[in-house]
């Protein structure tokens, strides 16, 4: 018997911004399927009435979809704090930037909106991004 390899890859660099941004494409919440739910079954066809049974797969998919987002949401999280735990190890040490425009020992360490980034004690701050060097 042969067998053929498997030539194809796949990243997953970018898996949890993947699925924020799917999800946040859909924009269905479970409020919204609900009022979709009432509003398929009040104007159904009263003599080609849809099957009960299909409602009840769909809210069970929709369930699943729901519990894997928020799973999804609390493992982002997680992988945060790790991050911010991590990076509390650089207090006291010298670190200079990607671009090596800033240099400084690291006084404190913060999440912000664009990721976690060092308080040098001169003042500034420098991306914990790659390329940082420490020291």
Not at 64 to 79: C, F
Not at 112 to 134: D, H
Request: glycine share 8%.
């Amino acid at each position: 018997m042969t067998v053929s390899g498997v030539s194809s890859t796949t990243s997953t660099t970018n898996t949890s911004s993947s699925l924020s941004s799917a999800t946040s494409k859909t924009g269905m919440d479970y409020d919204s399927f609900l009022k979709l739910l009432v509003a398929e079954m009040s104007n159904q066809d009263p003599l080609n009435p849809t099957d009960s049974t299909e409602y009840v797969a769909q809210f069970a998919t929709f369930a699943n979809v729901e519990q894997s987002i928020a799973t999804n949401t609390k493992l982002d999280s997680m992988m945060a704090v790790s991050a911010l735990t991590q990076a509390n190890s650089l207090i006291g040490r010298t670190i200079t930037s990607a671009d090596g425009s800033t240099t400084g020992v690291v006084a404190a360490v913060r999440a912000g909106s664009s990721g976690i980034e060092a308080v040098l004690e001169q003042g500034g701050t420098v991306a914990l991004e790659t390329g940082t060097k420490v020291e």
